[in-house]
């Protein structure tokens, strides 16, 4: 919020020191000191382009003036966040994709950067100056993936979104009849039926017994992982 000057000058006639600056509103400042001041720092300054020059007087009404100067003023952090398309984290999916979809804005954009890791580490941060608001990570392999999207400004501002995460598993769970199940086409003589199964899955949401006879499902059964 401020802009330092420092000029050198010589005259022997000197009479005075103008520094003058303006923004996209008008004159903000204009200072004239008599004595041989050679700097000056405004302050407060909100966020704008500014434009700043010097110009000396002499006793015998000779001027000179600085070249002008612009800076812009951005204290501002760039406003960003996910938008529609972009899963919730801690979701699972079977699939080998993951897409993102962001919206953000900065007067002052100078690049974004879409980050994706996995246990290993980062698996892809792609980087882009243009204004890019959505990506497609393809070819991913099955593992927990973590991303998030970093927008920074020309001051050097930025901000980052949350850190999302999202399990993708393409691999059929494995299951199988175990110690203590009948046979196929058996006959049992009894009143029950006792089932027991082996099941192989990194990430398991539940598992459902069926029972049918020859018309229909008697009994669905379902248990939550862990169970």
Same mark, same amino acid.
Do not use: Q, R, V
């Given at each position: 919020s401020w802009i330092s000057v420092n000029v050198t000058y010589n005259d022997t006639n000197f009479a005075n020191v103008t520094f003058s600056l303006s923004n996209s =509103?008008? *004159?903000v400042s204009n200072t004239t000191y008599t004595s041989l001041i050679y700097t000056i720092n405004w302050t407060n300054l909100i966020d704008n382009m500014y434009y700043y020059n010097i110009t000396i007087l002499d006793l015998a009404g000779n001027t000179n003036s600085t070249v002008t100067r612009n800076i =812009? +003023?951005?204290v501002t952090n760039p406003s960003l966040s996910y938008s529609n398309g972009t899963?919730?984290?801690?979701v699972y999916r079977s699939r080998s994709w993951i897409s993102v979809n962001l919206t953000y804005n900065d007067t002052n954009f100078a690049n974004v950067t879409f980050s994706l890791f996995n246990s290993t580490g *980062?698996?892809?941060s792609t980087t882009y100056a243009s204004l890019i608001y959505t990506i497609n990570w393809t070819n991913l392999i099955d593992n927990v993936y973590n991303y998030n999207v970093t927008v920074m400004d020309l001051s050097g501002n930025i901000n980052t979104? *949350?850190?999302r995460n999202i399990? +993708?598993?393409t691999i059929t769970p494995l299951v199988s009849f175990g110690f203590g199940t009948a046979v196929n086409n058996s006959n049992v003589s009894g009143t029950w039926?006792?089932?027991n199964i082996s099941v192989t899955e990194l990430n398991e949401a539940n598992v459902t017994f069926g029972l049918y006879n020859v018309t229909s499902l008697i009994n669905s059964t379902m248990y939550?992982?862990?169970n």
């Open positions: =509103t008008g *004159i =812009t +003023l951005d899963e919730l984290s801690g *980062i698996a892809n979104t *949350i850190t399990t +993708l598993d039926l006792y089932i939550a992982a862990g």
